[in-house]
DNA sequence: CTTTTTACAATACGTTCGTATTGCCAAAGC
DNA sequence: GCTTTGGCAATACGAACGTATTGTAAAAAG
């Protein structure tokens, strides 16, 4: 065998160009010649690496669900032993675009998603992640309800989905700079205050 | 002047095709002759009315917001003098995508999101809309906390972002079945038995 | 040193795209 | 009734597309 390269390093430089292409112009922006130009490859090398468009847009996504992973399995949580309500904040901040890495995220997620309605494939990295969030959130909130610090009579179930909506439902606004990063931080930051007692 | 033809109407026939399109494949899959196919007219017809595809794109989500705002300008309130809470119960199951019309909405505006980003006018219909939402929310637990529906030390502002974000986060789960409308509905009137008493 | 195979670059091919062009038919104005 | 003009359909055109094909340099295997 000739001349060996780190295939996974090579698709992932290719995957990186597609999904800033993504980010900034949406999928209809997607064409081999475009992903090439961005990456500073050839076509050629495309093909090489991958069998055709579709194989590529699939891996992209792929790799981001992967580099998100990566984050959690690594990052979290950043300071030893975190209490469930840094725990907590944590993950909610994590879900708000509030850099260029996960606004990236975040708009690539969004032009996904009206393929995921007729790909399988991709709707179960969505299927399979949000309720593993919610419960996440859910375990969290019971935890400091054991530990004493929120109200016994509020519902994690309920509190998860409000938790998770009000961070959720900050993604737009911050993205279309209607609210900065840091007024979204603090809106759940201002929510967490008020469960917390 | 030889024959004349309903402009708006003619428009508004090809904006329908061009929205089922978008929410059914995304924006990708927009061509000036599948728009045509769907509307069952020849692109020719699609030249006389429209410039560019830009302007056809363009005239879509206007038209498709005139929709919303008749919907909201008609049917608002649906039986007379609605109490705060029935008004709160409209609004927010407004924005959750429970039948085919609101699901087109909703996977529409998703699709358009990315384009706002660098279009001025497109931005403009989520700038200043959802301000409008978040204080006709507020207003309305406002109203509400005068009546003694709600408890008084519930602030306006927070509750607001607490119930747009519950009804807004569930339109994803609900666009890809995972969850029902109705258990999307059941999850806002449940908060909402909380927030009266 | 020769062979083989990987890793591409370059180019070619057929299709689809947005849009320009052309032509025709019907109705309104004179 | 002739002219004009709006409302199209049909077609044409160049660019861009996904992908197939071909060629080549280099390194590992023999």
């Known amino acids: 065998m000739p001349r060996q390269v780190d295939h996974k390093a090579r698709r992932d430089q290719i995957a990186e160009a597609l ?7 949406g999928l209809e922006a997607i064409s081999v010649r475009a992903v090439a130009a961005q990456a500073g490859v050839s076509t050629g090398r495309i093909q090489h690496y991958f069998a055709n468009k579709d194989e590529l847009l699939a891996y992209a996504i792929e790799y981001q669900d992967w580099l998100v992973q ?17 725990a907590l904040r944590w993950v909610l901040l994590e879900t708000i675009p509030r850099d260029d890495r996960r606004r990236r995220e975040w708009l690539v997620g969004v032009a996904y ?18 309720p593993r969030l919610y419960r996440l959130l859910a375990d969290l909130v019971r935890m400091a309800q054991e530990a ?5 009579d509020r519902d994690p179930e309920v509190e998860a989905e ?5 961070a959720d439902s900050q993604g737009p606004p911050v993205v279309l700079g209607l609210r900065t990063p840091e007024q979204a931080t603090a809106a759940i930051d201002y929510y ?6």
Chains 1, 2 share one sequence.
Not at 115 to 122: G, T, Y
Not at 124 to 129: F, H, R, S, T
Not at 148 to 152: H, L, N, R, T
């Open 162 to 166: 409000l938790l998770f909506g009000l």
């Open 70 to 86: 990566q984050r959690w399995n690594e990052q979290a949580w950043p300071e030893g032993e975190p209490t469930p309500r840094e």
């Open 19 to 25: 999904l800033d292409i993504v980010a900034d112009h």
């Open 192 to 197: 967490l205050d008020h469960l917390f007692r």
């Open 148 to 152: 004493g610090d929120i109200a016994p």
């Open 113 to 130: 998603l009206i393929r995921m309605l007729a790909n399988p494939k991709l709707r179960a990295l969505y299927v399979d992640g949000l």
